[in-house]
């Protein structure tokens, strides 16, 4: 936000810039997650705007590594450089004890093993998912990944083993395979239906259907029970009548108001009853997503340092005014991807958890998340929206909703060098207009990046993450990819579940 009165506020859409008079991160009732390295990146970033001092513009973030001078060691002419010998030795010593402390102690890796047992682009995501989710968890090496069995400490081995293919079609992922399998439709049940969506964080099913599917290996379940859905199945040869399930959770993407906005102006109520306007302190600070009715999805870079903390935020939902807000909902604990990048915004999502499940209405919604193997093409034209400035460099936020129809941008074509210049990772994709004109803009971090599917139902493709100043030629937004964050989401979900 460009607001010269609230400097407590998160740094404004598009930053990425580590200010020095931020205090440290605070982790209190913050959960962090998948943890391990992120390359850094050369990055253009939005520097906030100094009334009467301070002009916008794109900078380039750059970190210069100098190598160290190698050291001259001398043991005299005449001697046997024992000293030298007794550093190698003990280093040798304590490396050859770090690796036997990793191997008794440490957790057991699992991608090696199913790497094994399949092929192609099915191990690429094996190994991917499991990336995601291991973190700092702690495994006994007997334990083994999506056995319906609970092993590690924070129940790491029994996440990412169920996702959604095209279609909804559910998938489950098993110890007896190792691949993502669907699941027959015959024997399936509202119990079993309930079971796996509650296994996932959410409070229940919404509709389970048949669908065709010409697989030649699926999965059946047996006989119900209180364990995980992947300790339930079994490999089969192929499904009764070819059909497998078709799971939804959520009654999710559906607008209560069907008109048709053009180009950047005010939304109507109930046209995006997902969309979420959360307050810091009192003001409206980042945008957000309802995806359940204990979860909203919003943007890391709203949460850093001392804005970490729960009790200072608070969830509006259900409205398109600031000026006639409805009763807000409290946040119990807000959960930050460990591989956010301040530097980067790479990994740039996070969860908030409400302390009460939401009730839905013909203004409040879920919207509806992506399955893992859809696809936002280029050219796609897609809507975001949000209570952000409607003009880079304004002093306040906009009091209504707006909305305004984006393209998607091919990644090629954003990471080029009259773009961004190979800053677009795999978990971000841009939208907007070449041209400029049709972006976001401060305040609207966090909000939704959303397309419509063949269904009609409005899919979440994308969190307002950054980019360079606000609907600049060849400068299009930058949004979080959420096909690419979806282990990570449905993993905290479960983990969190109510």
Known sequence: MADNETKDLPPPYYSVAVDPQTPPMTYEEVICQDRYGVAQKTVPYYVQKVPAQVQVSAVIVTQRVVAPQKRQESCGQSGKCWCGWGGVLLLLFLIGLAIWLGVRYGSKSYSVHYEDNCKGKDCNEVHETHDDIKGSDICPNSSIKCDGIKDCQQASDETNCVRFGKGGVLQVRTAQDGRFLPVCYQGLDKSYADQICEQLGFRGSYASSPVNSEMSVALTVGSTSAKLIQGLVSVSSSC???????????????????????????????????????????????????????????????????????????????????????????????????????????????????????????????????????????????????????????????????????????????????????????????????????????????????????NGRWYLAGITSWGAGCGQRQKPGVYSRVTSLLPWIYSTMQQEKP
């Open 240 to 454: 009764l009548n070819n059909s497998a399930v078709s799971l939804e959770c959520t009654d999710c993407g559906k607008q209560q108001s069907a008109s048709k906005i053009i180009g950047g102006t005010a939304s109507k109520l109930g046209q995006w009853p997902w969309q979420v306007s959360l307050h810091f302190n009192g003001r409206h600070a980042c945008g957000g997503s309802l995806i359940s009715p204990d979860f909203v999805v919003s943007a890391a870079h709203c949460f850093q340092s001392s804005l970490a903390n729960s009790g200072n935020w608070r969830v509006y939902v259900g409205t398109i005014s600031q000026n006639t807000p409805q009763a807000p909902l409290i946040v119990k604990k807000i959960i930050v991807n460990t591989n956010y990048n301040r530097n980067t915004n790479d990994y740039d999502i996070a969860l908030l958890k409400l302390t009460s499940p939401v009730a839905f209405s013909n203004t409040i919604q879920p919207i509806c998340l992506p399955t893992f193997d859809q696809t936002f093409s280029d050219g796609l034209e897609c809507r975001t929206s949000g209570f952000g400035t409607t003009q880079e460099g304004a002093d306040h936020s906009s009091t209504i909703l707006m909305d305004v129809s984006v393209d998607v941008i091919d990644t090629r074509v954003c990471n080029s060098s009259q773009v961004y210049r190979g800053a677009i990772t795999k978990n971000m994709m841009c939208a907007g207009d070449m041209d400029g004109g049709r972006d976001s803009c401060q305040g609207d971090s966090g909000g939704p990046l959303m397309c419509v599917g063949d």
